[in-house]
């Protein structure tokens, strides 16, 4: 407040005022807004740690709350955080660039010490453009390789890891379900890479048919798009599904058809969510290891926090495919 004040040539009594709505002539209400917005000046509207200048509250900004794996993740996030006796604000964003915009900036009012943002919206570029000081770090594939520390599974590997499980069973029609062609350098571009790339292994042909776009990754959106395989002339006798609430919608309109799984068709998901391994049958599925993307995280941000002076780092984690009963036998053509 005081350099806003010096900036503004008038009384720090008077920027008080100015922020907490009290009667400043227009002039100079205007001279010290505009102060505060050169100087990026946000008050502190906590008292926790108000000596060290910190609330205690991180942030954790992701697009939908409901999606299991960011629910799981969550939880993790708030253990982990409370170990360090820091307090867990959620946010959902929705994908909308205003409502990420929002979180880059800071998320209004100084309220977090640091934010942990997993971005739909926004690409590296929007990132690199941010002019907030507060400590961020990123998850997931979006926003790789900017200005940001950034926690990620290697989605191609893992991707690659699914597919060649499912052609190893001697599937050789393999589907894949949630590209996002819209998202160029989102997750679904590096899993559908990691797919392309495990037929080419195996000696597959990529059928552009068999490749089904989801606007969103909900279990809906992997019925519908089963739907529109088994109506294809030659139908897939495997799915790959690029999260597991796609794949439990596509398990449902495959047993509403009369396909049996895996016998017709063997489906494979992403992320290892509960639902899957107690779903019947149960879910073969990549299993990212959420704790420690959540380790990870709040590792980086505490080291940010405590002004840690290091270039941008990338931390990859690791993933494992846990088989189950959905790609557990040979295919079978049905008659």
Request: with cysteine; charged share 25%.
């Amino acid at each position: 407040m005081k350099d806003v004040a010096a900036r503004a040539g008038v009384s720090v009594k008077t920027v008080s005022n100015v922020i907490n709505g009290a009667h400043v002539g227009a002039a100079t209400r205007e001279r010290v807004e505009r102060a505060i917005a050169d100087l990026g000046y946000r008050p502190n509207i906590s008292a926790r740690n108000l000596r060290r200048g910190r609330t205690g509250i991180l942030a954790l900004a992701v697009s939908e709350v409901d999606v299991p794996y960011f629910a799981e993740l969550a939880r993790l996030i708030v253990d982990t955080a409370e170990e360090h006796g820091y307090t867990i604000l959620i946010d959902q964003t929705g994908g909308d660039p205003k409502r990420e915009q929002y979180v880059v900036d800071g998320m209004g009012a100084r309220l977090v010490d640091g934010i942990v943002f997993s971005p739909v919206a926004m690409d590296h570029l929007d990132i690199a453009r941010r002019t907030d000081t507060t400590p961020l770090i990123l998850l997931g594939e979006r926003v790789s390789a900017g200005t940001a520390d950034h926690v990620a599974i290697d989605n191609v590997a893992a991707a690659r890891t699914a597919t060649a499980h499912l052609a190893g069973q001697g599937r050789r029609r393999i589907a894949a379900i949630g590209t996002q062609p819209s998202y160029a350098q989102g997750t679904a571009t590096m899993r559908e890479s990691g797919y392309r790339a495990a037929l080419n292994d195996a000696g597959l042909p990529v059928d552009e048919s068999l490749i089904v776009a989801a606007r969103q990754y909900h279990r809906r959106d992997g019925a519908e798009a089963a739907a529109y395989l088994t109506e294809l002339e030659n139908p897939p006798d495997a799915v790959f599904c690029f999260n597991d609430t796609l794949a439990l919608g596509a398990m449902r309109t495959l047993h509403d058809r009369g396909y049996r799984i895996p016998e017709d068709v063997a489906v494979v998901g992403f992320d290892d969510i509960d639902d899957g391994r107690y779903n019947v049958p149960s879910l073969t599925t990549i299993s990212p290891d959420k704790a420690g993307i959540a380790r990870s995280a709040l590792r980086l941000l505490l080291d940010r926090i405590a002004a840690v002076d290091s270039p941008p780092r990338e931390v990859t984690v690791s993933h494992e495919l846990r088989v189950r009963e959905s790609s557990g036998a040979g295919p079978r053509r049905r008659p």
